[in-house]
Nanobody, 120 residues
Framework: QVQLVESGGGSVQSGGSLRLSCSVFGYTLSSDCMAWFRQAPGKGREGVVFIKSDGAITYADSVKGRFTISQDDARNTLYLQMNSLKPEDTAMYYC??????????????WGQGTQVTVSS
């Protein structure tokens, strides 16, 4: 059974930093698609960053230069380092995965989400 468990969310002031973690069970991080999504109240889901099994990384324009994805294969954990946070980054953040890169925008496996709130 695949489980993705996010942690690390919280409340910070604008300009602050947070590091989100996604612990993965029953699945390997080397599978083709790992991703972070977010959804703000009243808005649609947004892909924040995608990492492919070959190491290729794609960031949303809104987070380029501020967010960094990384993974620890030994711990089977995915991370999202978020710096220079802005109020518009406020959202529920989800870790997601799919064994097929072509389905990465609508991945099969999802975590329960962790809330990030940035105050001005």
């Amino acid at each position: 059974q695949v489980q993705l468990v996010e942690s690390g969310g919280g409340s910070v002031q604008s300009g602050g930093s947070l590091r989100l973690s996604c612990s993965v069970f029953g699945y390997t991080l080397s599978s083709d698609c790992m991703a972070w999504f977010r959804q703000a109240p009243g808005k649609g889901r947004e892909g924040v960053v995608f990492i492919k099994s070959d190491g290729a990384i794609t960031y949303a324009d809104s987070v380029k230069g501020r967010f960094t994805i990384s993974q620890d294969d030994a711990r089977n954990t995915l991370y999202l380092q978020m710096n220079s946070l802005k109020p518009e980054d406020t959202a529920m953040y989800y870790c997601a995965a799919d064994p097929n890169w072509n389905r990465c925008m609508q991945p099969r496996y999802w975590g329960q989400g962790t809330q990030v709130t940035v105050s001005s």
